[in-house]
């Protein structure tokens, strides 16, 4: 049987890992800015909660990362998802949408979150490695630091 800190050590991987793509111009810099880590924290470590490396994925050494972008209203309900990279195995392609799915709903906004946007996007990486390759988490870093950018010139893709 899997050791459940193993998973709990995954999803504390996703969690140090995000980075929300959002700007609100409605307050200034700092304030934005504290607002908007306050709540990506809440909804980062909710959806990390929900994130599973199946047993089966690690009985066999399979390993992946995806990288999964996430609507949310203010709510917490999540409007609509998706895997802009796939882990590169059905069983893990499976766990990523299971996670976004048993997330549902989030924590709602906060009133000066976003202010006068109907929803929220973030973008997470999911990783599922086996815990004596987790060196490699930096180059998962790279890719997903790069689709954050790629994602900051054209947020309505």
């Not at 009133?111 to 930096?138: C, L, Q, S, T, W």
Request: net charge negative.
């Amino acid at each position: 049987m899997i050791d459940s800190k193993k998973t709990q050590f995954f999803s504390m991987i996703a969690l140090i890992m995000l980075c929300a793509v959002w700007w609100s111009p409605s307050l200034q810099a700092s304030e934005t800015a504290a607002i908007e880590e306050t709540y990506e924290a809440r909804i980062t470590r909710h959806i990390a909660k929900y994130q599973e490396y199946p047993e089966s994925a690690q009985l066999y050494g399979i390993e992946g990362d995806a990288i999964v972008r996430i609507r949310i209203d203010r709510s917490g309900k999540i409007q609509g998802y998706r895997v802009i990279k796939a882990a590169g195995n059905y069983i893990l392609d499976e766990a990523v949408v299971a996670m976004v799915k048993a997330a549902n709903p989030t924590p709602p906004m906060p009133d000066h979150y976003a202010v006068g946007e109907p929803v929220a996007e973030f973008i997470f990486p999911v990783a599922f490695r086996m815990k004596e390759n987790m060196d490699k988490i930096v180059e998962i870093d790279r890719l997903f630091q790069k689709v954050v950018q790629d994602a900051k010139l054209d947020p309505a893709s």
